[in-house]
């Protein structure tokens, strides 16, 4: 059964040194930290690395963020593994929990995320299970 969250978050991004090899190909490192808001209720902190090209509106970047705090009243973390794109300014979008990294009561997460940005606040819609063995594990401790 998929299950969405929604809500809103606000990121600080903040610019870090590359390596040598990085800086040469032209690859920025930032570090995030980020507070979520609505069905998840967390906090996150990571690292991105990204490019930018000479066409406006055109850049990549991948980033892992560690997420802890409640997702629909569950304590426990997940890893988000981004790998996402903008081709002239349209949003090509990869977000997905890093498998078995979910902790807690959130062993077992397997999921998605999308982000939107809309003047200026950013907005996330999370969708979301839980393994096969994860529901199995739930319906053995309900029986």
Do not use: C, W
Not at 17 to 28: F, N, R, W
């Amino acid at each position: 059964m998929i299950r969405k969250a929604t809500g809103s978050f606000t990121v600080n991004l903040a610019l870090q040194p590359a390596s040598a090899q990085a800086e040469a190909a032209g690859i920025g490192r930032r570090t995030l930290d980020k507070r979520f808001l609505g069905d998840l209720d967390a906090v996150s902190s990571g690292e991105m690395l990204a490019v930018m090209t000479g066409v406006e509106g055109s850049m990549a970047y991948v980033a892992f963020e560690k997420v802890t705090g409640q997702l629909a009243g569950m304590q426990g973390g997940f890893m988000l593994q981004h790998a996402s794109r903008m081709v002239r300014g349209e949003p090509f979008q990869s977000i997905r929990v890093v498998p078995d990294s979910g902790t807690g009561e959130l062993a077992g997460l397997e999921g998605d995320m999308r982000i939107d940005v809309r003047e200026g606040r950013h907005f996330y819609i999370f969708e979301y299970n839980f393994t096969a063995q994860r529901a199995a594990d739930d319906q053995e401790a309900q029986a």
